[in-house]
């Protein structure tokens, strides 16, 4: 077994990163967002961005292959060959990439703010009955983690609720910790 160790000792290690980054890091950096400035996020600016690394790594492989190779033959299959596998690879790493993106974004706010949020029915005297209106979106709000934050028993319908949140480096916002 000490012999196994010592002969994969960095695949090892390679493996427990790779591991760690795909199961904990990346879901621990969505438990600090809404889930209605994700989706605001991925809509308007993120499926954009991974298109445009896509784009900058084949223009970027294409210059290499000129450079490098004579037959015009060669360099259009290497860059299929790299432009599938590329593709792929974004789109199989998108939740950590978006993980990576929503970390570096909460270590600089940029300025705070407030959003408003209007109380279309409480059920129960818990969080679980407790619907909202988001005022600036016009939709219904029905995340958890803004339930939780807001949740207070005394709340009667048409009440109007203020959510405290940071605009970070990126401009997502993100709940006032």
């Known amino acids: 077994m000490k012999a196994f160790i010592i002969k994969y000792k960095y695949t090892i290690i390679y493996w427990l990163v790779v591991t760690s980054i795909l199961l904990i890091f990346a879901p621990m950096q969505r438990a600090d967002y809404?889930?209605?400035d994700i989706h605001k996020f991925k809509?308007?600016?993120f499926i954009s961005a991974l298109f445009w690394i896509w784009g900058v790594i084949c223009v970027l492989w294409l210059i290499m292959l000129c450079?490098?190779?004579k037959s015009i033959k060669t360099s259009f299959v290497s860059l299929l060959y790299v432009s599938?596998?590329?593709a792929c690879l974004l789109f199989i790493f998108k939740d950590v990439l978006l993980g990576g993106i929503l970390f570096i974004n909460?270590?600089?706010k940029r300025d705070s703010?407030?959003?408003k949020y209007t109380v279309i029915q409480?059920?129960?005297e818990e969080q679980s009955g407790l619907f909202l209106f988001d005022l600036e979106n016009q939709a219904a709000a029905s995340d958890d983690?803004?339930?939780e934050k807001l949740y207070r028993p005394e709340l009667k319908p048409q009440d109007t609720l203020t959510l405290p949140v940071d605009i970070g480096l990126l401009g997502i916002t993100f709940p006032h910790e």
């Open 106 to 108: 909460k270590l600089y």
């Open 122 to 124: 409480v059920t129960r």
């Open 43 to 45: 809509d308007e600016y």
């Open 34 to 36: 809404l889930e209605a």
């Open 67 to 69: 450079i490098n190779t």
């Open 145 to 147: 983690k803004l339930r």
């Open 113 to 115: 703010t407030q959003k």
């Open 84 to 86: 599938f596998i590329t």
